[in-house]
């Protein structure tokens, strides 16, 4: 028999107090979905109607529909409403609000009010370690969850926090355990589960990081970044209708989003996309699985691993190597190199092939000989180093493209006709080439 749906309405409108206990029974009904969500829209603007219409005690009611804001996702919204709430439970989600609008020092300020105000000093201390992180001060950040020590047997925010220090020192796999302890203590932890949804995004494991971020989407508040993320990857997987449910709940939470905007209006296009027939040539269909991205298949976490630190992108990037040059990657033994054989013979295609058959698959980008050693290790560079979008990334790990100096091969045009590649994401990288003072082909 399911659980009874918690009444928001009643929760928020019709009792008088507003506390800690009332924060987690909203979560809860939040989590139990459905209409739940609808409710508290409701809820909202009934209270809004009550706060116009001077009824009840306002200070209250800008607590409630403060609160009821923070987890509807309107930050904005959310900190003019609590800047009037005159509690420490007020000033401490207040401090959230500023963190989640990138306000650092004024979150800073409303969380030491919720503090002297008598909200506990250690949850508040974990969001601090937030602010410092989001400040670049890992020392501080560090320093100070030290001092709560006494929380790691059941605080999954204190792990969050873990986590966070742990990245920032670059200690990749002690941050997936402590984000993964996380989400064990608090399966609705939204900020866990983001990150590991997001550092499974960066390894190539589109499903787990699907299946992370619609999870992130059943507690509120939901994060943009979620939405953005996995309406990506519902591209990328072919998913074009849910992608552009995903952008429209992005536009709907902020009309003014322009890139939301024109990626709603390509996964609407890749809807009814079709194929001419000329495409469907011999030679173009082969140069289509070439150009197929090794992560689009199933392979270990090692062999995934090593083929990208061998900058290995695509199967035809396979038929360029040697099977001696794959063994000689560390980490890379006969196991992994069965995989990849099992892969290619799925598709036609040999290891080597390139090289034994002189087949036409060449490198996009050769340095010319007249430049600097200097000019040739920038052109050399990982195109990691962009820092671009998650969308921006994709497009270039689906074209193969592994350094700034194969992307500099490209010109706009072989860029825009990538899939899920549109002109917000090629103005992003023409931004990001222009600091390394290089620009795309023909520009």
Do not use: W
């Amino acid at each position: 028999m399911s659980e009874p749906l918690i009444d928001l309405k009643a929760l928020l409108v019709e009792h008088e107090d507003c506390d800690a206990g009332t924060v987690q029974k909203l979560r809860n009904g939040l989590a139990q979905g459905g209409t739940q969500l609808r409710s508290l829209r409701e809820a909202a603007e009934q209270l809004q109607k009550k706060i116009d219409a001077g009824q009840g005690a306002k200070a209250k009611l800008h607590l409630k529909l403060g609160i009821a804001y923070y987890f509807l996702g309107y930050m904005e919204r959310a900190v003019d409403n609590l800047q009037h709430a005159e509690t420490a439970l007020g000033s401490f989600y207040l401090g959230k609000a500023l963190a989640a609008r990138h306000k650092p020092e004024e979150a800073m300020k409303a969380f030491d009010k919720a503090e002297k105000a008598g909200y506990t000093a250690s949850q508040v201390n974990l969001q601090r370690v937030g602010l410092h992180l989001k400040q670049g001060d890992a020392t501080k950040a560090k320093h100070l969850l030290e001092k709560h020590k006494d929380l790691e047997s059941h605080s999954s925010e204190y792990h969050f926090q873990t986590a966070g220090v742990a990245r920032a020192e670059g200690h990749q796999a002690a941050a997936i355990k402590s984000l993964e302890r996380a989400v064990e203590l608090d399966p609705s932890h939204t900020g866990a589960l983001f990150q590991l949804g997001y550092l499974n995004d960066l390894a190539g494991n589109d499903d787990e990081a699907i299946g992370l971020y619609e999870r992130c989407l059943k507690y509120p508040p939901i994060s943009i970044g979620a939405v953005n993320n996995l309406g990506i990857l519902y591209e990328d997987t072919g998913k074009y209708d849910k992608a552009a449910e995903c952008y429209g709940r992005m536009l709907k939470a902020d009309p003014n989003d322009e890139r939301a905007r024109l990626f709603l209006k390509d996964a609407q296009a890749g809807q009814t996309m079709y194929y001419h027939s000329d495409d469907d040539t011999p030679s173009s269909k082969f140069a289509q699985v070439l150009d197929l991205n090794v992560t689009d298949f199933e392979l270990s976490v090692r062999a995934r691993n090593c083929l990208k630190k061998m900058n290995i992108r695509t199967l035809g990037d396979l038929t360029r190597v040697t099977e001696a040059q794959l063994l000689a990657s560390k980490n890379f033994g006969e196991t992994s190199l069965d995989e990849v054989h099992d892969l290619m013979k799925s598709k036609g295609l040999r290891v080597g092939q390139s090289i034994n058959e002189g087949l036409p698959y060449e490198p996009r980008y050769r340095p010319q000989q007249q430049l600097s050693p200097e000019e040739q290790a920038v052109l050399g560079k990982p195109v990691s180093e962009l820092n671009l979008s998650v969308r921006a990334r994709k497009c270039m790990s689906r074209l193969g493209i592994g350094t700034l100096g194969e992307l500099c091969q490209r010109t706009a045009d072989e860029l825009l006709e990538a899939k899920n590649f549109g002109v917000t994401s090629l103005t992003e990288v023409r931004e990001k080439l222009v600091t390394y003072g290089l620009k795309l082909r023909g520009d």
